[in-house]
């Protein structure tokens, strides 16, 4: 099982970033994809769920209507648009998901930094 987080970077307050993890060695279609964030001193935090279609999407309070998460199925990939990003959104954010086992399988993570 891989889970591989890119397009993390420095952006301006204000800017926009697109996430991507490309998953493998798992049935990806078949199971719900989330992205979570964790901050320097902070603990790990839910950012957007969505399940397996992709018909059916949850975000945190804190990025709803700035964050949009979506996934291809056909490219075993879930993407994160982040939009109108703001300094507190800087943070490591990793891919995860549950097998049936209930294990959580995470990425490695990538780096967002919101900072003029």
């Known amino acids: 099982v891989q889970l591989v987080e890119s397009g993390g970077g420095l952006v301006q307050p204000g800017g926009s970033l697109r996430l991507s993890c490309v998953t493998s060695?798992?049935?990806?279609?078949?199971?719900?994809m989330s992205w979570h964030r964790k901050a320097t001193g902070k603990g790990r935090e839910l950012v957007a769920g969505i399940l397996q279609a992709g018909s059916i999407t949850n975000y945190a309070d804190s990025v709803k209507g700035r964050f949009t998460i979506s996934r291809d199925n056909a490219k075993n990939t879930v993407y994160l648009q982040m939009n109108s990003l703001k300094p507190e959104d800087t943070a490591v954010y990793y891919c995860k998901y549950r097998d049936g086992g209930g294990v959580d399988h995470w990425g490695k993570g990538t780096l967002v930094t919101v900072s003029s």
């Open positions: 060695g798992f049935a990806f279609s078949s199971y719900v």
